[in-house]
């Protein structure tokens, strides 16, 4: 999968999804550190990628607009260090990989995770 961080996670990611098999981008690789979640949603969304985050706006943002794209994967956890998360997070690439290519909000949960599919809509719980 293509993936772009936003800049709320760390470039540590880059070499462990990497090695996950994954090609990674940080936004600031990409664009100003400054740019809104519209504009990486937007990238996103034209490249192919799937945006990787620890911000809430995202979910929010699909679902104030109905996106079909860009697929976000989103941590809720308070510790989002590769080496504590890490092997939940590929899990979870790989648990949803038919649906995020389908298009979906992926929550990562410390006790669970849980998938949506795109457009998110009030009855799509």
Do not use: C
Not at 16 to 32: M, N, T, Y
Not at 35 to 62: K, Q
């Amino acid at each position: 999968m293509k993936i772009v961080l936003d800049m709320n996670l760390s470039p540590a990611w880059i070499p462990f999804l990497k090695a996950g098999g994954h090609e990674v981008k940080h936004w600031s690789e990409i664009g100003v550190i400054t740019a809104t979640d519209i504009e990486i949603m937007e990238w996103a969304r034209n490249n192919d990628y799937i945006v990787f985050t620890h911000d809430l706006d995202f979910s929010a943002l699909l679902f104030a607009t109905e996106a079909k794209a860009p697929s976000v994967l989103q941590l809720r956890t308070e510790d989002i260090r590769p080496k504590t998360v890490g092997k939940q997070v590929l899990a979870a690439l790989q648990q949803a990989e038919e649906n995020i290519n389908q298009g979906a909000l992926v929550t990562i949960d410390p006790s669970k995770n849980r998938i949506r599919l795109l457009p998110l809509k009030q009855n799509n719980r």
